[in-house]
């Protein structure tokens, strides 16, 4: 039996029922989009599978690829760790076949004794024809991994590192190397970055929610990034205020404050040919406590105009449409996570014409 009818004897099966939307193999091309799933969109499935069904391996890119295709999704964006040269071209044609793009996940170099490995993945990724390698310099949400500003310049140090080992390789490679807005640097620390980096194939992964947790503008992080941009991470987020500052949550795309029409235009205007992925992850809101003292200590030097606006964003926008994964039980997880990944590809359709 082959992944495909696995597939679809688990979503027939009784003892795990999968929603229609989720489950139809072949969508018909008008329900088709151009936008693309993240691995991280589907936490609750991979799950579900692998306790259902064992040998269904989700996040396997063959796997994966086909849950794209399933679903009419334009691509994918995984880790594909190291395959061999027959498995790179297998993948790579289901690809091409179905008319989707690849996009890899990969860590970056830490040290000389990680160039091996990060050098066989670049090569899987262009074996496989990824179109753009996703990657994070600095670990963790600044102003809760950091306890001082001397802390997070000696791992931002680490990151510029780590991205001068990488580079090299992605230029042999000739795979742009895209590294996402994490809620590490501001924005203009980050094109910093990649003007002195100065590498046709390194540039940004846009992230179109994270940089608001950093009191900037998603517009306008947006359109600072475009030139630099080889990937782009469309979410959407939804806001309100609680006693330390606000929350902010993934939801489908549309229903929240972000204004995903004009930053997709504007990207697209700069990157015609950049790929979009939906990178939404069902779970509860994220706290982000500006109104406290641990947020500043890698942060002092902001303007207070920044965080009038975005606390102003954040009243004017506030909704009671935050999701609470937490309180759910499994099926219902699962659930909530399947309606908003298809919610979000309607929109993409629909709305963004994408």
Known sequence: MNRREALRLLAAGSS??????????GRDRSERTALGLVTYCCQFRRKMLAKATPSIRLFEPNTFLEHCISLGAGGMQIRLGVMDGNAAIGL???????GKYIEAIVSVPK?????ERFDAEMKTAAAVGAKAVRTTIIPGRRYEYFDSLKMFREFEARGQNSLER??????????????ENHKDHRTDQRVALFEQISSEFVGACVDTGNSFALLEDPVETAKALAPWAHSVHLKDQAVQTYEDGFLLADIPLGQGFIDLTKIVELLKAEKPHVHFSLELITRDPLKVPVLTGRYWRTLHDLPAEDLARTLTTVRDGA???LQYISRLGPAEQLAQEDANVRASLDYARDVLRL
């Open 92 to 98: 790579r044609n289901q690809a091409e076949a179905n």
């Open 319 to 321: 909704t009671d449409n």
């Open 16 to 25: 795990v029922m999968l929603p229609p939307a989720l489950s139809a193999i």
């Open 111 to 115: 040290d000389d004794s990680n160039l």
């Open 166 to 179: 990488a580079a090299p390789i992605a230029e042999r490679h000739r795979v742009p190397l895209a590294v």
